[in-house]
């Protein structure tokens, strides 16, 4: 079993619509959690970074980390075509070592 | 702000070729990762510097791999020979110690 799990999709929604996405874990370790984003032929990109159980919003974003059920979640609110892109979650215990989802596929359609 | 800059962008090259990638980390990082993806095995930690010093290079396939840090604005991650199994996307990332790391747009290299 993996470490980090987390839905590949692809996931499809239409302009306007809330993106849901998530990961859960197994290591009770971890303690900073990161979404990262990821176009075409481009390197992840940070998005959100947490520590601990949570929610934490910047802008349309919003991430929420539920420590006590090992589950960590990205939502996208009024989701945009150019937010079209590779969603990888991320997270590390108390050191440098980052663990990472194998990332969801988004289309936003217009 | 310059972000962590990463040449070549493309490589393709024939097995057996040696094969050097280079990175630039954001200025005042003191730590620096390389990393390898793939379809089949995601996003994969190589090596890890912290102040030029190689801390962790577990994830260094094998001998064929090397990786070094000269000083605080460069490093390289080498391969020789190479073999088209090395074929991937390979990111260098850079951070302050204990804050998120930031990724470069990587090296896509093809071995033949």
């Known amino acids: 079993q993996k470490e980090v799990e987390q839905d590949p999709g692809p996931l499809s929604v239409p302009e306007g619509a809330i993106v849901s996405l998530n990961c859960t874990y197994s290591?009770?370790?971890?303690?900073?959690f990161m979404w990262y984003r990821q176009y075409s032929r481009k390197g992840p990109e940070l998005l959100m970074y947490?520590?601990?159980?949570g929610n934490k919003e910047d802008g349309r974003f919003t991430a929420q980390v539920d420590k006590s059920s090992k589950y960590i979640s990205l939502f996208i609110r009024d989701s945009q075509p150019s937010d079209s892109a590779t969603y990888l979650c991320?997270?590390?215990?108390?050191?440098?070592?980052?663990?990472f989802g194998a990332g969801t596929t988004v289309t936003v359609r217009a | 702000d310059a972000g962590v800059i990463q040449s070549p962008r493309h490589e393709v090259t024939e097995m057996g070729q040696e094969v050097t990638l280079r990175c630039k980390p954001i200025?005042?990082?003191?730590?620096l990762f390389w990393y390898r993806q793939t379809m089949m095995r995601g996003l994969e930690l190589l090596i890890y510097?912290?102040?030029?010093?190689?801390?962790?290079d577990s994830g260094m396939p094998e001998d064929r791999f090397s990786a070094k840090m000269p000083n605080a604005s460069f490093s390289t991650l080498k391969i020789q020979p190479s073999e088209p199994r090395d074929s991937a996307v390979y990111f260098c990332?850079?951070?302050?110690?204990?804050?998120?790391?930031?990724f470069g747009d990587g090296t896509r290299l093809s071995i033949l």
């Open positions: 510097f912290n102040n030029n010093v190689p801390i962790d």
């Open positions: 290591n009770s370790a971890f303690q900073y």
């Open positions: 947490t520590y601990s159980s």
């Open positions: 991320a997270m590390r215990p108390n050191d440098y070592k980052l663990s």
């Open positions: 990332a850079s951070s302050l110690a204990g804050e998120p790391q930031h």
């Open positions: 200025s005042g990082h003191n730590s």
